[in-house]
């Protein structure tokens, strides 16, 4: 009896995983996937996670109020409960009411023998702690919702196709011009990659998906530059930002991403918080890291990245998932005339959490 035994030589549509070569490619092209590395894949094409956020602390007088005046008017009055105390310009206020739809506080004025004083629009109401009595009962319980935030996944694909001939020409340098184009192919859509990663917009009608990339996701700490040049204080002032927002703790790792405009922009600077190593190269000096108030961040720089616009992310906080076993993978096709095809393929998403721990300077000059 014969078998017709099918042996894996003979399977079309075979897949191979092609992630490592993805990731040995010329990490100056796709710097971002070469920092993060793929993750842990996930399980949907909306890919969707839960952040915890604190209570605000701090809201904005939006209206003057004189030093008897009761009812403050605020831009948020998120920071408060009854009994609330809070300093506003040395102050103590006690909060005995709240307005959520009028957004307004009553309060009690001079509130430990502190003095009243008018309160002008733009002034800090700082939460500070609950006035608690000896042997009270205990307060009612507050929480504040997790909040569902999530991305879709993208498909990135492209065809290699070589035909018989092309296959048996002798051409210099190259021994397989399967292979040769395959690579090629891989370059190009770890760059479409890497562009999404950054510029991607959010964007699904049923059967195209697109992923949001850093660019869209950052809405908290922007900075308009307002077409001018860069400099230390800007980027101290996102790294404040950040600080101020909760960023920089718990392992954050922070790093400038810049285009080569403004890499060179900060490299121009010459101050002794630009830390910088000497190249012998043509290209002269590069900058290493950025000393700042808030600590030495490295700066990255990406081609993919706006010549205006510079990144302030916490590395730990992103992560490259692709959808199920999709990450990058080449399957060869069925023969169709005399010539050899196959796709490479891939389906990612970003992850990108609390958008607050981030920042962005754009329109600089």
Do not use: C
Not at 39 to 59: G, K, L, Q, R, V
Not at 211 to 219: A, D, N, V
Not at 353 to 362: C, D, M, V
């Amino acid at each position: 009896m014969t078998y017709n035994t099918i042996k894996t030589t003979n399977l079309v549509g075979k897949k191979e995983s092609v992630v490592d070569e993805v990731l040995l490619l010329n990490p100056n092209q796709t710097p971002l996937i070469n920092l993060l590395g793929f993750s842990a894949p996930t399980t949907n094409t909306a890919h969707i996670w839960y952040e915890d956020e604190m209570f605000a602390t701090t809201a904005t007088a939006t209206s003057p109020a004189t030093e008897s005046d009761t009812t403050i008017a605020v831009d948020s009055v998120e920071p408060f409960v009854v009994d609330a105390v809070v300093d506003v310009n040395e102050e103590r206020l006690l909060v005995t009411g709240i307005n959520t739809f009028d957004k307004t506080i009553t309060v009690e004025r001079g509130y430990s023998d502190t003095d009243a004083a008018p309160i002008v629009v733009g002034d800090k109401l700082v939460f500070q702690f609950v006035k608690k009595a000896e042997g009270a009962d205990a307060t009612q319980a507050r929480s504040k919702q997790r909040v569902r935030v999530d991305n879709y996944t993208q498909i990135f694909t492209d065809t290699v196709s070589v035909t018989g001939s092309a296959e048996e020409v002798s051409q210099y340098g190259i021994d397989d011009l399967y292979n040769y184009e395959k690579a090629k192919k891989q370059l190009e859509l770890a760059l479409q990659l890497e562009k999404a990663l950054i510029g991607g917009i959010k964007y699904d009608d049923g059967s195209v998906r697109q992923m949001s990339g850093i660019r869209q996701f950052i809405k908290t700490n922007v900075v308009n530059a307002s077409n001018t040049a860069v400099n230390l204080t800007m980027l101290r002032d996102i790294a404040h930002a950040v600080f101020k927002n909760g960023g920089l703790a718990g392992g954050g790792q922070y790093a400038y991403i810049v285009s080569p405009v403004q890499k060179v922009a900060i490299s121009d600077l010459q101050s002794d918080k630009v830390r910088i190593v000497q190249s012998e190269t043509s290209r002269g000096q590069t900058v290493d890291k950025l000393v700042t108030d808030f600590g030495e961040f490295p700066i990255i720089m990406n081609n993919n990245v706006k010549d205006d616009e510079i990144f302030f992310v916490d590395i730990n906080r992103m992560a490259i998932k692709p959808l199920g076993g999709r990450s990058f993978f080449h399957k060869e096709l069925p023969e169709n005339g005399d010539r050899k095809s196959g796709m490479i393929i891939g389906e990612y998403t970003l992850e990108f959490k609390q958008e607050k721990a981030h920042a962005r300077i754009k329109n600089l000059g």
